[in-house]
């Protein structure tokens, strides 16, 4: 973990029980700051791209690249200003296009899945792995801070799983997916479930090349939670209202609820499910496999 | 606290493009919806920093306000709050600007 700022390049992503993490920090020389610079905050599908990893060159707005660095490394005058016009999250934006592109070509239709903690990802994930098994297969990427606890459950359901640990990380970020993606066998017209790290703020600014993004948000949780979370919420494409089954016990107002979602996120869906009665879990399975590649004819090679 | 991760990756971005200079201070642009906060990116951008040739570097934050489009009575309005509602009522309007998280350049030592 980056003692320093607890920063992504620590992030651990595994297969319990299928030996040792990968470390998707690597093991390169080390700065000043203990970050490691030479690639631990940027991982590529090494080689599949044609994409050379260490050369960092930089990817500017207008689609040109900054690879002129003579014109910059040491020839400025002292006082100089250097204009960039450079986003600060231009690298995750290109290795999540990557990412895209990636699952594109294979026919994969990737869902980020966010929520804070508790809303009832994981609980989803399992009953749609149970229940969508020789339909649709469906793989699982579990983003948490600690353990494979998620993972082990996820499995157990019968899914294909890569548990990423972000130590003090808060959310997912392009390059961990990338790296998480390698691992796992995904057949076409298959679907990749992405659990962010329960959290209604940060993952919202990652962009992690998925095909959809899904917010979940539970009954248990409040009617205003769309409001309170704009950020999240406003580039949601399907909003999932959870624990449904919990409605006659708690102070939830779905209409007004529904409302607020409309208010941040005109564009969104919305479906209300129980993952435990399986209450609206259909609903969910047809927005699913609507939206999933056709699997390749028999007899043509998975991709 | 993603404000840390966008301070790596703003320093991590100024490095690559200007390899071993110095800086002394960078420019910022924060749009209102863009959902970081100014301070707590400032109070990272100290932390990622430190030990690379940004260490010490002043960060000049601009936040331009947000402009948006109303598809219902095409109006043009900035909203002010995160809640993108047009004073007409309606929510379906679309975000022309105010989500850039830019850094527009930098003063070399």
């Given amino acids: ?67 002129d660095r003579g014109a910059a490394a040491g020839q400025d005058e002292a006082g100089r200003t250097v204009a960039l016009q450079q986003k600060v999250l231009a690298k995750n934006d290109e290795i999540a296009q990557r990412n895209r592109e990636w699952l594109c070509e294979r026919g994969i239709f990737a869902v980020n899945l966010m929520s804070s903690p508790g809303a009832g990802k ?25 353990t494979a606890l998620d993972a082990d459950r996820i499995r157990s359901a019968g899914c294909q799983v890569v548990q990423i640990n972000t130590g003090a990380g808060c959310h997912l970020d392009a390059a961990m997916v990338s790296r998480a993606l390698r691992t796992l066998d995904l057949p076409r017209g298959s679907v990749v479930m992405i659990e962010n790290v329960g959290n209604l703020v940060c993952p919202a600014l990652f962009d992690l090349g998925e095909a959809a993004r899904v917010v979940l948000a539970s ?79 028999d007899g043509v090679p998975r991709s | 606290m993603h404000e840390l991760a966008i301070a790596e990756g703003l320093v991590d971005a100024v490095t690559e493009r200007l390899p071993g200079t110095r800086i002394a201070s960078v420019r910022l642009e924060i749009g209102a919806l863009s959902g970081v906060v100014a301070d707590s990116l400032r109070f990272c951008f100290d932390l990622a ?61």
């Fill in chain 1, 1 to 67: 973990m980056c003692a320093t700022c607890g920063c992504s390049g620590s992030a651990v992503i595994w297969s319990p029980g299928a030996g040792e993490p990968l470390r998707a920090g690597g093991d390169g020389p080390r700065d000043g700051t203990g970050h490691d610079r030479d690639r631990g905050h940027e991982h590529g599908h090494d080689g599949q791209y044609g994409h050379d990893q260490q050369h960092g060159h930089v990817h500017l707005p207008d689609g040109s690249h900054a690879d």
């Fill in chain 1, 122 to 146: 994981t609980t989803l994930l399992e009953r749609a792995g149970r229940e969508l098994a020789g339909r649709l297969a469906v793989s699982v990427i579990e983003g948490d801070q600690e």
């Fill in chain 1, 219 to 297: 009954v248990t949780e409040g009617t205003d939670k769309p409001l309170k979370y704009p950020q999240m919420f406003r580039s949601a494409d399907l909003v999932v209202i959870t624990k449904t089954d919990l409605m006659p016990y708690v102070d939830f107002d779905a209409a007004r609820c529904g409302d607020y979602v409309g208010q941040v996120s005109p564009q969104a869906t919305m479906i209300h499910l129980s993952a435990v009665t399986g209450s609206g879990m259909q609903q969910w399975y047809d927005w699913l496999l609507s939206r999933v590649p056709a699997p390749a004819a």
């Fill in chain 2, 49 to 109: 920093a430190e030990g690379t040739p940004l260490e010490g570097a002043r960060l000049e934050i601009t936040e331009p306000p947000a402009r948006c489009e109303c598809r219902a009575c095409g109006g043009d309005f900035a909203p002010d709050s995160p809640i993108v509602l047009c004073p007409c009522g309606s929510a379906d309007v679309a975000v022309v600007s105010g989500q850039q998280l830019t850094i527009t350049s930098v003063k070399v030592v």
